[in-house]
Nanobody, 125 residues
Framework: QVQLVESGGGSVEVGGSLRLSCVATGNIYKNNVMGWFRQAPGKEREGVAQLYLGVDLSYYANSVKGRFTISQDTAKNTIYLQMDSLKSEDTAMYYC??????????????????WGQGIQVTVSS
């Protein structure tokens, strides 16, 4: 089992920044991919960014490319999502996830085995 705990969410104004963290505990060595999804009220869950642990491979959704940066600290079993130039449409519940399938072209929630509880990000004008 793997446990994922997110932190760092909150409220920020348009144009501001936030950094989300996700700490993984348990049998994390079984998972090679970690990423972030988000879900806004009334919308489907959207893959935001993912990375292949231990190597320089990352994917970003077009909606966040150039504004968000995903990174990892393997010694701490932690991934981060630095969110800059935030827009009101970035408002959502953000979820950390772990799995074993990586793609440069998409993020499929069905390929992730473990999920955090989620953390709210609110961007207001």
């Amino acid at each position: 089992q793997v446990q994922l705990v997110e932190s760092g969410g909150g409220s920020v104004e348009v144009g501001g920044s936030l950094r989300l963290s996700c700490v993984a505990t348990g049998n994390i060595y079984k998972n090679n991919v970690m990423g972030w999804f988000r879900q806004a009220p009334g919308k489907e869950r959207e893959g935001v960014a993912q990375l292949y642990l231990g190597v320089d491979l990352s994917y970003y959704a077009n909606s966040v490319k150039g504004r968000f940066t995903i990174s990892q600290d393997t010694a701490k079993n932690t991934i981060y999502l630095q969110m800059d130039s935030l827009k009101s449409e970035d408002t959502a519940m953000y979820y950390c996830a772990a799995g074993n399938y990586y793609s440069d072209y998409e993020m499929d929630a069905r390929s992730f085995d473990y999920w955090g509880q989620g953390i709210q990000v609110t961007v207001s004008s």
